[in-house]
């Protein structure tokens, strides 16, 4: 049974609707990628996922404790509390915060084993400890994503909503990123990746959907999509590394530049 599963998902901003019908599983411990062009809705679809943009129509599902949840309209620090959290591309910490403190913030989630998961997280991001006095604000864009992952993995959840994590990143950091997404999927926890190096992340993924407008386009094993040439052609863009951008396109799924 998936522990997280969006049924005929319909979202937007304003007038305009972004998504149109979605549907995608997340099995427990799996590692999930979406894909698509720029405004195809991936980000979208983590916010409406996360509560942080309201479902229109359609099914949200999380499967948590062997309790089962329809959570379309549910409010992030309620997700978080059963279960669920979201790393978004920007603003993901608190820039004035010491490290340790953005984790505590995290960690209040979890209460009373708060100490022991803030020191969990810390030994799997030595470079965190190292630095956990120095405002958040001071880190490199490398390391407040690390800490932006390690915040959201503090509060022990199911499965994590990531959207673009090596956006901006030097290709070595993106490398010590991915591997640490390997690992925290391969102690258990089902992530949900939106990701602009397409190839890649499909190549991890255990399952892989494309969106496109909106819309389901294609699904299927990551490893089969990367390796056919229609969605090479279509979507992994020309040096094989990452989606292409259509002229005159934006990052922003939201229009007005929301993201």
Same mark, same amino acid.
């Given at each position: 049974?998936?522990?997280?599963?969006?049924?005929?998902?319909?979202?937007?901003?304003?007038?305009?609707?972004?998504?149109?019908?979605? @549907?995608?599983?997340?099995?427990?411990?799996?590692?999930?990628?979406?894909?698509?062009?720029?405004?195809?809705?991936?980000?979208? #679809?983590?916010?409406?996922? !996360?509560?942080?943009?309201?479902?229109?129509?359609?099914?949200?599902?999380?499967?948590?404790?062997?309790?089962?949840?329809?959570?379309?309209?549910?409010?992030?620090?309620?997700?978080?509390?059963?279960?669920?959290?979201?790393?978004?591309?920007?603003?993901? *910490?608190?820039?004035?915060? @010491?490290? $340790? %403190?953005?984790?505590?913030?995290?960690?209040?989630?979890?209460?009373?084993?708060?100490?022991?998961?803030?020191?969990?997280?810390?030994?799997? $991001?030595?470079?965190?400890?190292?630095?956990? =006095?120095?405002?958040? /604000?001071?880190?490199?864009?490398?390391?407040?994503?690390?800490?932006? +992952?390690? =915040?959201?993995?503090?509060?022990?959840?199911?499965?994590?909503?990531?959207? %673009?994590?090596?956006?901006?990143?030097?290709? @070595?950091?993106?490398?010590? #990123?991915?591997?640490? #997404?390997?690992?925290?999927?391969?102690?258990? @926890?089902?992530?949900?990746?939106?990701?602009?190096?397409?190839?890649?992340? +499909?190549?991890?993924?255990? !399952?892989?959907?494309?969106?496109?407008?909106?819309?389901?386009? $294609?699904?299927?094993?990551?490893?089969? #999509? *990367?390796?056919?040439?229609?969605?090479?052609?279509? !979507? +992994?863009?020309?040096?094989?590394?990452? +989606?292409?951008?259509?002229? /005159?396109? &934006?990052?922003?799924?939201?229009?007005?530049?929301? &993201?």
């Amino acid at each position: 049974m998936p522990v997280l599963s969006v049924v005929g998902l319909r979202a937007g901003y304003g007038e305009q609707d972004i998504l149109h019908d979605v @549907t995608l599983d997340v099995p427990a411990g799996a590692f999930v990628s979406v894909i698509g062009p720029n405004g195809a809705g991936k980000s979208t #679809l983590l916010k409406a996922v !996360y509560g942080l943009v309201k479902p229109r129509s359609g099914s949200i599902v999380f499967r948590s404790g062997g309790d089962e949840h329809e959570i379309a309209g549910w409010k992030p620090y309620r997700l978080t509390s059963v279960g669920m959290n979201y790393v978004p591309q920007l603003a993901n *910490v608190f820039p004035n915060m @010491t490290v $340790f %403190e953005n984790l505590e913030v995290g960690a209040k989630v979890v209460r009373a084993d708060s100490a022991r998961q803030i020191q969990r997280i810390v030994e799997m $991001f030595p470079l965190l400890y190292d630095r956990r =006095r120095a405002r958040a /604000g001071t880190l490199s864009g490398g390391q407040r994503q690390m800490l932006a +992952l390690a =915040r959201a993995l503090v509060t022990n959840p199911q499965v994590i909503l990531l959207d %673009e994590p090596s956006a901006g990143l030097a290709a @070595t950091v993106a490398d010590d #990123l991915f591997e640490r #997404l390997a690992q925290i999927n391969r102690e258990g @926890t089902a992530i949900l990746l939106v990701e602009q190096n397409a190839r890649r992340s +499909l190549a991890m993924s255990d !399952y892989g959907y494309v969106l496109d407008m909106g819309r389901n386009r $294609f699904e299927g094993p990551g490893r089969k #999509l *990367v390796n056919d040439p229609k969605i090479a052609d279509l !979507y +992994l863009g020309g040096d094989g590394t990452s +989606l292409s951008t259509a002229p /005159g396109s &934006t990052s922003s799924d939201a229009p007005g530049g929301v &993201t």
